[in-house]
């Protein structure tokens, strides 16, 4: 009878903590479209509104391109969730944790085997693929979520295949005084520096000087010479 009582009251904490944590997640989410409303992006809001209810879990940023930009796109109601995972990272980052990731790297989106590259010039400059940030840290109020503004729909990438076989770590829980990306990178191809060019051949060869020591062959010369001259003069003193 204990142990019954024991087993209900576990089943019931397990309950409540999976309800909490979906109170949580959806405080969440009604937190971030808040701050999306309030910077304008009523277009994304809808897609996220129309995407099925357990898609969006909390530990995510949304790369959001604009109003404008997404009224020029065809997205089929059945496309999207798959335009939500191409349009978000499995993880929830500041623009100043973006700016940590150097150019040539590979983040990894929600949407599996999707990745984005990343070409960093700077805070003004910063490139997802095709699209540039242009609205910094839209979404800061919720604890898992947040976002940035981009200039364009976001072209996906596929990693290259000799690293089609290469695992990412799991993005670890979210932390706020994080300062470096809390998760892994793919290695960008290491960048191979063009040789240099090849320097003249001088024609002005150094002497070598007085002080060294003769060379083998220099020695053997003197050998032959100082034989030579001994020969000679034993010739000479003969023919006297």
């Given at each position: ?6 087993i ?26 808040e ?30 391109p ?14 999207v969730a798959?335009?939500?995972?191409r349009?978000s990272?499995?993880?929830p ?12 790297s590979m ?24 699209a540039?940030?242009v ?30 076989n ?6 670890p829980p979210?932390?706020?005084n ?11 191809p290491?960048v ?5 060019a090849a ?8 002497p070598?000087?007085?002080?060294a020591?003769?060379?083998?062959s ?23």
């Amino acid at each position: 009878m204990a142990r019954n009582h024991m087993i209900l009251t576990f089943l019931l904490k397990l309950l409540l903590s999976s309800v909490s944590t979906a109170t949580n997640s959806t405080s969440d989410i009604r937190q971030a479209i808040e701050e999306m409303r309030t910077a304008n992006y009523f277009t994304f809001i809808m897609l996220i509104n129309m995407a099925p209810a357990d898609l969006i879990q909390g530990n995510i940023t949304f790369l959001m391109p604009r109003d404008k930009t997404l009224s020029q796109t065809l997205i089929q109601e059945n496309n999207v969730a798959d335009f939500l995972q191409r349009h978000s990272l499995p993880s929830p980052l500041l623009f100043d944790h973006l700016q940590h990731f150097p150019t040539g790297s590979m983040i990894p989106t929600s949407k599996p085997d999707v990745f984005l590259r990343v070409n960093n010039s700077g805070k003004m400059h910063f490139f997802l693929n095709n699209a540039r940030v242009v609205s910094q840290n839209i979404c800061t109020k919720s604890a898992s979520i947040r976002c940035h503004g981009i200039d364009q729909v976001l072209e996906g990438a596929t990693l290259p295949s000799d690293h089609n076989n290469a695992s990412l770590p799991l993005p670890p829980p979210c932390d706020h005084n994080i300062t470096s990306p809390p998760f892994g990178l793919v290695a960008s191809p290491p960048v191979m520096s063009p040789p240099s060019a090849a320097q003249p051949i001088s024609s002005n060869i150094s002497p070598i000087p007085s002080s060294a020591p003769p060379t083998k062959s220099a020695v053997s010369l003197s050998k032959t010479g100082i034989t030579g001259l001994i020969w000679l003069l034993m010739a000479v003193k003969l023919s006297l």
